[in-house]
């Protein structure tokens, strides 16, 4: 489907671009839509909020309805690998944390620059809430319907002297946030008085509730929560990910409101990756307005697009294209606004 027919011809288009994200759920044994059974468990962690039949997995795949009760991932157990990620890392933060830059020193970072020779502990997900046809990192789901768990204290134990920051992404880290929000408590005692910062990487469809509390979590430690959003128009949104994007939206701006609280280093950090032939600038120009009216100073990263998962046929981004969206996000007002990923750039 064009962008044009999903932006102007919805009704015809949506139902054939769901038939993809049918057929992509189906191959790693997910269910095409999140469950409504009305008889089923309830599982309210995000935007979804499956109703889980008997048997049946819920959207993300890594809770399951046996026998009546949810089992799989806990805020005890998870679905999850980790490494240590040497500082400064690849991070869509990287220009604007602590890691990267030294920002808020000496409370929070070791260093006036870009922290080295210390780590970040980067958890990755094995389980996502969206269904993103142009997944980065689809390799997730080899290990969502897996049956096998990992316990919170076993990714604790690998916090040592040398990890400065844990980051969490995936997949997503919404479905098992239980688990991320563990995890930190169990490592800042672990740590005690030494920086360690907490981030998340995530596309934002949380249960707001769970949001405060990570809010809280990286602003007590200097770290960040990054927004991934996809897309300004609803129908795109759907187009591209399955899921709609207003509990998203909304959740930015909760976690903006808390922003002003501690502006170094920045709490929230946008970003939004530039698909070929559906992220353009007008798309780009209306996300930066969006984020414009509520801090023009929040940063605001467009990255570069590499063909993957089910979108292997598309080209890179652009080059023209990426500096057509930068300017875009200027004119929107935004204060701060880079390219990434500018070597994945056609």
Not at 61 to 86: C, F, I, Q
Request: glycine content about 8%; charged content about 25%.
């Amino acid at each position: 489907m064009c962008l044009r027919c999903i932006r102007e011809r919805s009704s015809d288009a949506l139902p054939i671009a769901l038939m993809a994200h049918a057929r992509s759920r189906i191959d790693h044994g997910l269910p095409i839509q999140p469950p409504r059974d009305p008889e089923g468990i309830a599982c309210n962690l995000c935007v979804n909020e499956c109703h889980i039949p008997e048997g049946q997995p819920g959207y993300c795949g890594v809770r399951t309805n046996t026998g009546g009760k949810l089992t799989g991932a806990t805020p005890s157990e998870g679905k999850l690998s980790w490494y240590h990620d040497p500082l400064p890392t690849n991070c869509v933060a990287d220009w604007v944390c602590p890691g990267g830059t030294g920002a808020g020193y000496p409370r929070f970072a070791h260093c006036r620059g870009p922290e080295s020779g210390i780590a970040n502990l980067a958890v990755f997900f094995h389980a996502c809430s969206f269904d993103c046809l142009f997944c980065q990192n689809w390799q997730y789901r080899l290990g969502t319907r897996r049956p096998r768990t990992t316990p919170v204290a076993a990714l604790v134990d690998d916090v040592g002297e040398r990890t400065a920051c844990i980051c969490y992404f995936g997949g997503d880290p919404a479905p098992q946030l239980p688990f991320s929000i563990r995890a930190s408590r169990m490592a800042r005692e672990k740590k005690k008085d030494a920086i360690l910062r907490f981030c998340w990487e995530t596309n934002g469809s949380m249960q707001e509730r769970l949001l405060d509390e990570l809010v809280n979590l990286a602003i007590e430690s200097g770290g960040c929560i990054k927004f991934d959003l996809k897309a300004w128009d609803e129908n795109l949104h759907i187009a591209l990910t399955g899921v709609t994007n207003r509990r998203t939206l909304e959740n930015f701006s909760r976690a903006a409101r808390s922003a002003k609280s501690r502006p170094i280093p920045p709490l929230l950090i946008a970003s939004t990756l530039l698909v070929p032939g559906y992220i353009d600038e007008e798309e780009v120009g209306k996300v930066a307005k969006f984020i414009a009216s509520i801090d023009r100073d929040i940063p605001y990263s467009l990255l570069a697009f590499y063909p993957h998962f089910r979108m292997v046929e598309l080209e890179r981004t652009p080059r023209t294209l990426a500096n057509r969206c930068w300017q875009a996000a200027k004119e929107a007002g935004l204060e701060r606004v880079r390219i990434a990923n500018v070597h994945l750039l056609a």
